[in-house]
């Protein structure tokens, strides 16, 4: 009888021990888990943490990291909690749950925070500069002014974050997550954000000289008065990116996609533009002076009053553009494609567009003073109200070819061909 009741208790704590076991299993995976679809829960949401009681999590933090099946060590859930004006300076609190929480003008300088998640956290003007927060989550952070410079983020993710007046200058950010996110007045000048996603960020006024951005997806950002002087945009995707009167003196756009971006007023001076696509960009009034522009898309792009003096634009495609008011003097435009653009009072002092293929565009009121013109297509060019007095290399089978009027002059030799009909002047 006692031996029955004996085995029947048996059964009953085995049941017991099973069970809580299973509940200690199941445990991490299910806080790991909430951590990431549901509301902060923390033991420490919303108080204010003593030194000596940051000291015990991370104490327990530390042997976490160390073997996660120590019984004594604890993934640190900071989540919501008030860490302000504590000593965080190289602590190691990767994997740490910090979102949500309270670090205005806090120090995190040096420390590891490798895949922590600050997600919504509060970090206006603290210090995270020469910290390794490889792969940390701060979207929907607020990094307003803080300082992470030369800090390594390498596939950091900052969807949505308040960046604004941010530090983030010699700062490692190659892979980083930055869409709709805001860094307006930024400071990243050497900064790397080479294959970065930064879809739809807003960079306005920021300073982004010597920055790497080789590569990068930069659709529909806003970096409209930037500073990128001498940034490095190879291949990067800048689509439909507002650059408005940025500085872009000497930067790299080689093989860059800027189609439909506006760079209204932009300096471009000495900009490298090999291969680039600006298929449709608004480049009204911008600064071109010396850029290299060999084999670029400038098809019906918008060059209104665009400074290209001096550019070089060999076997460039200006296809359909409208150059209206603009310098190319001294420019190179060597077999470029000008095929039915608006030249309509631009300046071509001196400019070489020997084989350049001319067809269907229009000259009215152009100055072509010097313009060399050798073997270039003048196939129904409109040359009516038109000085070709001072053209280099005119021959008379091109002028056959295009359409001239009374208003046309001609240089000394040539024979007024055929007036084009009125209707078109």
């Known amino acids: 009888m006692n031996r029955g009741r004996g085995h029947e208790s048996l059964i009953v704590l085995t049941a017991a021990w099973i069970l809580f076991s299973g509940v200690l299993a199941s445990g991490p995976s299910q806080a790991e888990t909430s951590e990431q679809t549901t509301a902060c829960q923390s033991p420490y949401q919303q108080a204010k943490l003593s030194q000596h009681m940051l000291e015990d999590v991370l104490h327990r933090h530390k042997k976490w990291l160390v073997n996660r099946e120590d019984q004594e060590g604890q993934k640190a859930n900071l989540c919501g909690a008030d860490l302000q004006e504590l000593d965080l300076r190289e602590v190691d609190l990767s994997g740490a749950n910090l979102s949500e929480a309270k670090m205005i003008h806090a120090d995190l300088s040096g420390g590891k925070f490798v895949k922590a998640n600050f997600q919504k956290a509060n970090l206006r003007q603290a210090s995270l500069s020469l910290s390794d927060l490889r792969e940390a989550n701060f979207s929907g952070a607020n990094l307003h002014a803080a300082n992470l410079r030369k800090a390594d983020i390498a596939r950091g993710n900052f969807f949505q974050a308040n960046l604004r007046e941010v530090n983030l200058s010699e700062a490692y950010l190659s892979l980083a997550n930055f869409q709709e996110a805001h860094l307006d007045d930024g400071y990243l000048k050497g900064a790397n954000l080479d294959g970065a996603n930064l879809t739809q960020a807003s960079f306005r006024a920021a300073d982004l000289q010597g920055a790497s951005l080789h590569r990068a997806l930069l659709r529909k950002a806003n970096m409209a008065q930037a500073d990128l002087f001498q940034a490095e945009l190879q291949e990067a995707d800048l689509q439909g990116a507002n650059l408005d009167q940025a500085e872009l003196h000497g930067a790299n756009f080689n093989e860059a996609n800027l189609q ?23 480049l009204t009034e911008a600064n071109l002076q010396e850029a290299d522009l060999l084999l670029a898309d ?79 297509v003048l196939t129904k060019a409109d040359l009516r109200n038109t000085s070709m007095k001072f053209v280099l290399g005119l021959t008379q089978e091109q002028l056959n070819a295009a359409c001239v009027g009374e208003r046309t002059s001609l240089p000394k030799g040539l024979t007024r061909p055929t007036p084009c009909p009125t209707k078109a002047d």
């Open 298 to 376: 400038l098809s019906q792009a918008h060059l209104r009053g665009a400074g290209l003096d001096e550019a070089y634009l060999a076997k460039a495609n200006l296809r359909e553009a409208d150059v209206e008011g603009a310098d190319f003097s001294w420019a190179n435009m060597a077999d470029a494609d000008l095929r039915s653009a608006n030249l309509t009072r631009v300046v071509l002092f001196n400019t070489n567009m020997q084989e350049a293929n001319l067809s269907g565009a229009r000259f009215p009121e152009a100055d072509m003073r010097g313009t060399d013109i050798r073997k270039a």
């Open 260 to 282: 439909q971006a506006s760079l209204r007023g932009a300096n471009l001076e000495r900009g490298i533009f090999y291969r680039a696509n600006l298929h449709l960009a608004d």
